[in-house]
């Protein structure tokens, strides 16, 4: 069943629902890709390891951490794009794209990742590429100590805003 935008701010999946973003619980570990699903295009995910560095070591907490994220992006930044986001959609649908995903991973909606690139699906997904690889370089200890708290994602974000 293709997704179709109803609004800029609500998708629906294929099983139905409204979403900020899915949180993946399955079989399998982390790492395995042992749970198939359909996403929108342009969709971000949260890979397991990312969610738990979010959360310390805590998926659960992760998965807290990334929805607050969700709702700062779709309360502050979405409105400004809306018609931007539903221009580009209008032009080119969104399809489904069926992929593995592994439990504990977190599948952000499309129009939440262009809202975090002002508009743009491309500058959404590099800017949340930028800031996985930003966490992940706090979160290193090299083995020497623990590594250090997470930061709320509304700090990697500023920072790989500023690194445009």
Partial sequence: M?????????????KGGKVI????????????????????????????????HLGDGTTNA??????????????????SVKKIIDKTIKQKPLRNVPCALSNGERVTPPHLVAAAGQGSFDKGATILRKMTKE??????????????????LTV??????QGE
Avoid: C, M
């Fill in 62 to 79: 992760g998965q807290k951490a990334i929805k607050k994220f969700e709702q700062v992006i779709k309360k502050e930044h979405l409105p």
């Fill in 21 to 52: 973003g899915v949180e993946i619980k399955g079989r399998g570990t982390g790492q395995s890709d042992d749970i198939p699903r359909t996403v929108p295009e342009n969709s971000w995910v949260w890979d397991a390891t990312t969610v738990a």
């Fill in 135 to 152: 966490l992940r370089r706090h979160k290193s200890s090299k083995g020497l100590d623990l590594p250090p708290s997470a930061h709320e």
């Fill in 2 to 14: 293709p997704v179709h935008l109803q609004s800029p701010t609500r998708f629906n999946y294929k």
């Fill in 156 to 161: 990697y974000y500023k920072k790989a805003l």
